[in-house]
C-alpha cells in the first residue's frame, strides 16, 4: 500500500491541507527562537510560517518530492519515514498537521516525538480521527466489494478517537492539554475524482490500472447523494484530531 505525492497534483487538488492549518498553527504558539520539528512537513507551506514567526525549523517528510518543494522554499527538510524519528532531547516543540494519520505504527512515532522533544516540550499536532472520511471508505467498501475485494486490507489510514489517543500519549509519560475531535466539513476545488486520485492511491491500487477509472466512477456515484451539492460542490467529510501534550520536566 503506497501513497505518493506529485507537488504538481498537490498544488492544484490539496493546497487547501495547509491552507487550513492556521487553527494548529495557532495553538502550537511559537515563540521566536525556539527550535522545532515539523513531522510530516509536505512542501513546507506551514513549516515556512514556523520560520516566519521567529524559530529554527526542522521539517521532515517520507516524500522526496515534497522534500524538494520544502527545500525549494529554503526549508531545512529530510527525507525521513516518521516512524524513525532518531532526535534525541533536541526540540522545544514537535509539530505536525495532516500527517499522523499516514503512519500506521502510532506507538512508535508518539515514542520517537517523545525522545525528540527537551524536557517541558510541547507536542502539538492535528490529523484525521474518529468519522474522518467515513462517507469515502464507505463508498471504497461498496464499490471494492461488487469486486470481492475486502476494502480494510487497502486503507492506509489510522484516524484514532479523542481517547485512544490521549491514551497512547498518556502510555508514553505525556501530560496531555487538549485533545478534540472536530468536525470540519470541507468543501473541495473541483470534482471529488480529483481528490479521489490524489488521496487514495491505495484503495485504487487494489484493482488493476485498467479497472481504475470504473473504480473511481462507482465510487463518486456513491458519493454523489452524500457529499455533492445540488449545484455541483463537493464537500468531504473530515473530521480533525486536535491536542497539545506536554513532556514534563
Ligand atoms: C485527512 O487529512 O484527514 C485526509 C487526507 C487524505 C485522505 C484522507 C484523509
Known amino acids: 500500500m503506497t501513497q505518493s505525492w506529485s507537488p504538481e497534483r498537490y498544488e492544484r487538488h490539496a493546497r487547501f491541507v495547509s491552507d487550513l492549518g492556521q487553527p494548529v498553527l495557532d495553538l502550537l504558539s511559537p515563540v521566536p527562537g525556539e527550535r522545532i520539528l515539523d513531522v510530516g512537513c509536505g512542501d513546507g507551506a506551514l513549516t515556512e510560517k514556523i520560520v516566519a514567526a521567529g524559530c529554527t525549523v526542522v521539517g521532515v517528510d517520507a516524500s522526496a518530492a515534497q522534500v524538494a518543494g520544502a527545500r525549494q522554499r529554503g526549508i531545512d527538510a529530510y527525507v525521513l519515514d516518521a516512524h524513525e524519528l532518531a532526535y534525541d532531547t533536541e526540540f522545544d516543540a514537535v509539530f505536525s498537521n495532516a500527517a499522523l494519520h499516514w503512519l500506521t505504527e502510532p506507538q512508535r512515532v508518539v515514542r520517537g516525538v517523545w525522545r ?13 480521527g474518529g468519522d474522518n472520511v467515513a462517507a469515502v471508505v464507505a463508498a471504497f467498501t461498496v464499490a471494492l466489494q461488487r469486486r470481492r475485494i475486502d476494502a480494510e486490507q487497502f486503507n492506509p489510514w489510522y484516524f484514532p478517537s479523542d481517547s485512544e489517543y490521549r491514551q497512547r500519549l498518556e502510555t508514553q509519560g ?15 476545488p473541483g470534482d471529488v475524482g480529483d481528490w479521489l486520485q490524489t488521496f487514495t492511491e491505495s484503495f485504487l491500487q487494489a484493482v488493476t490500472p485498467a479497472d481504475r477509472p470504473a473504480l473511481i466512477d462507482e465510487v463518486r456515484s456513491e458519493l454523489q447523494p452524500v457529499l455533492c451539492s445540488d449545484n455541483g460542490a463537493w464537500t468531504i467529510d473530515y473530521v480533525r484530531l486536535r491536542f497539545c501534550a506536554r513532556k514534563p520536566n
Open 116 to 128: 525528540a522533544l527537551k524536557h517541558g516540550g510541547r507536542f502539538v499536532g492535528e490529523m484525521g
Open 174 to 188: 505525556f501530560e496531555v492539554l487538549s485533545v478534540q475531535l472536530i468536525p470540519r466539513p470541507t468543501p473541495i
